[in-house]
């Protein structure tokens, strides 16, 4: 059974770092797409960034590129996401996810992957 178990959030003033952690199991993060979602309240979850399985070829959101870095350790089967220059409005609760599916969408849609972690919460203050 796919397991997906986030850590390392926090609360941080503006202009700080985060580095979140993503510990899979029985998904290999060397063959499977994953991905950082996050979900503000009474907003929608919004794909971050992904990271491709075998081509670790990395998509981000518009609104994170430049300060966000995902990356993945095959040894440790951890995936992360190093947020540097984190604003208030990066709040959000941020979760993991795998098993894209182009069928479903983008690899920044949250439909187009079927597995999620329980998240982990970011809170920025000004």
């Not at 979140?20 to 979602?37: G, H, N, Q």
Request: charged fraction near 15%.
């Amino acid at each position: 059974q796919v397991q997906l178990v986030e850590s390392g959030g926090g609360s941080v003033q503006a202009g700080g770092s985060l580095r979140l952690s993503c510990a899979a199991s029985a998904v290999s993060v060397s063959r499977y797409s994953m991905a950082w979602f996050r979900q503000a309240p009474g907003k929608e979850r919004e794909g971050v960034a992904t990271i491709g399985g075998t081509s670790g070829r990395t998509y981000y959101a518009g609104s994170v590129k430049g300060r966000f870095t995902i990356s993945k350790d095959s040894a440790k089967n951890t995936l992360y996401l190093q947020m540097n220059s984190l604003k208030p409005e990066d709040t959000a609760m941020y979760y993991c996810a795998s098993h894209f599916t182009a069928s479903r969408g983008t690899v920044l849609d949250a439909a187009a992957f079927t597995h999620w972690g329980q998240g982990t919460q970011v809170t920025v203050s000004s």
